[in-house]
């Protein structure tokens, strides 16, 4: 057939493995980008965790369990997490107010009936009754009795206060311990006010100790109870620039989220294997005796006469259970067993042999000898036995 005879060339055709990894990697980038999509469609409230007494948390920092009680007792809990929701509460119970300015948050104490800050920092309680100095005093140091005018307090016994705080101008301090109190009530732009640190004391892990089932039922009591949880939301705009995770765009979390994901699976998918072994032919031809010679003298230059000794051993114990007719992966005391039945000699002499530890150059060599010894008489008897009718 000539050239201009020969049959045009057909469409190229992969092979068959080529065409597996299309398929593979296909399926792989269409597994991403659905990953993908569904994690963008994700709203961003599944990706924060609730925090300290949020009434919808069930953890132990949470507050659920505060919540169901008094949903319990008969008060209407309302949850809200925005300013303009809480502002103008009957019972208003706060937890933490960091994104409020002092301004929002001395205005939403005083459009309250009773507003009972439930997780204050140090900011709160300047606000409240701040007297020109900071009214952080610590921690409590143990269980304390309420001393107090409170009628709530009274009720509820001793409790084990956490942050105590000095009094400032605050009309009533219950609860003495260290250097402060752990509750402090009193009047803020003609509202009433109690500041306690409810994290220590009504969360789902604490509040079934001592008395904090009944000071918390006490100070939220109620018809309806608004349990403020303050959000980045009611931050003022103006008060601080925008920070990096405002200005990151929602989908960015669950892309970070799906890249490690993809990395995890790539580093799986590569460090499988590299495919089958090749057997390429070598440049040269180097023959047993060099490739002994070699190691002999990598072995010599070491000088570690112990792992020399143990690789003569091994050899050793490995041909004798051959010709003894044992398996392979024999242990040493079988083989000296066996070789010391088949010569008739003591099997403590034959273990001396194979067990010994040479340290020195010359130790080697004489346990070099004395082991080709025993293999050759072991190779002997077991050859004259069968020669034996």
Excluded at 198 to 224: E, P, V
Excluded at 228 to 252: K, Q
Excluded at 290 to 296: P, Q, V
């Amino acid at each position: 057939m000539t050239a201009a005879e020969s049959p045009a060339p057909g469409p190229k055709v992969l092979a068959p493995h080529r065409r597996r990894r299309a398929l593979a990697w296909t399926a792989i980038i269409a597994a991403l980008v659905i990953a993908g999509i569904a994690l963008a469609l994700v709203p961003t409230d599944e990706w924060r965790d609730k925090g300290p007494l949020d009434p919808e948390h069930p953890g132990p920092e949470g507050g659920m369990a505060l919540a169901e009680i008094l949903r319990g007792s008969g008060a209407e809990v309302d949850i809200v997490r925005s300013l303009d929701d809480a502002v103008g509460a009957d019972v208003l119970a706060v937890t933490d107010t960091a994104p409020l300015s002092d301004e929002a948050l001395a205005d939403l104490i005083g459009s309250a009936g009773r507003t009972v800050l439930l997780d204050p920092g140090a900011r709160d309680a300047r606000v409240a009754f701040g007297d020109g100095d900071t009214l952080y005093a610590g921690v409590g140091d143990g269980p304390s009795s309420p001393r107090c005018a409170v009628g709530q307090a009274r009720t509820a016994g001793p409790i084990a206060p956490g942050e105590v705080w000095r009094p400032g101008t605050a009309e009533r301090a219950c609860y003495p311990s260290g250097d402060g109190f752990g509750l402090l009530a009193g009047t803020v732009a003609g509202a009433d006010a109690v500041l306690i640190d409810g994290t220590a004391l009504f969360d789902n892990a604490n509040l079934a100790s001592g008395g904090n089932a009944s000071l918390a039922m006490g100070l939220l009591a109620g018809d309806t109870v608004t349990w403020y949880v303050p959000s980045a939301g009611d931050a003022d705009p103006n008060a601080a620039p925008p920070t990096l995770g405002e200005l990151t765009p929602r989908w960015v979390s669950p892309a970070i989220v799906l890249l490690a994901f993809a990395a995890v699976a790539a580093g799986v998918w590569r460090g499988r294997r590299f495919g089958p072994l090749v057997a390429e032919t070598l440049p040269v031809t180097v023959r047993g005796s060099e490739t002994l010679e070699g190691r002999a003298r990598l072995y010599q230059r070491s000088g570690d006469a112990r792992h020399a000794a143990g690789l003569l051993r091994r050899g050793a114990v490995r041909r004798m259970a051959k010709r003894l007719g044992l398996s392979d992966a024999a242990p040493l005391e079988d083989v000296a067993d066996a070789a010391a039945a088949r010569l008739g000699a003591r099997r403590a002499d034959v273990a001396a042999v194979l067990l010994s530890d040479p340290a020195t150059d010359q130790d080697l060599a004489a346990f070099g000898a004395s082991i080709r010894d025993l293999e050759a008489a072991v190779d002997a008897a077991v050859t004259t036995e069968r020669k034996t009718p």
